[in-house]
């Protein structure tokens, strides 16, 4: 594994399709994998299978019919790598991307405790396109425990 000098942002589309997960994370493995701890991958490739999963089944796509999803990396504390990943989507009518209270028999509705649990933060950001939906790791700050 090398360490980055410098932040570097990655850009992809994908689906708005079940699909579109998977390719992102391929995506993410090939050009990570090389560059963060093996541990911090295995988190940022669940958290990004967890975010576009998300968009593909609760909002609605950009134009086109895709997603977009990005990556960051950046160096804090001198040499420890962080990730932030983003998905955006066309979002979704009187929905905002939040947590959901769910019993152990539910078969969905954790995505988003998955991604805080395996997060430093995570958040929302709106523009005129569509919806952000985002989260941050770090291998030196783990995340919330899910409430």
Known sequence: MSTPVAERRWTVVVPHHARGARLARERLTAELADKVPPSLLADAVAVLGELVGN??????????????????????DGDTVAVRIG????????????????????????GLRIVRAL?????????????????ELSPASPGLPPA
């Open 55 to 76: 968009a593909v089944c609760h909002a609605e796509p950009l134009p086109g019919g895709v997603v977009r999803v990005a990556w960051w990396l950046r160096l804090v």
């Open 119 to 135: 997060s430093t933060r995570w958040g929302v950001d709106r523009d005129g396109l569509g919806q952000t939906v985002w989260a």
């Open 87 to 110: 998905v955006t989507d066309g979002g979704a009518l009187n929905r905002s991307p939040a947590l959901r209270a769910v019993g152990p028999e539910a078969v969905d509705g954790r």
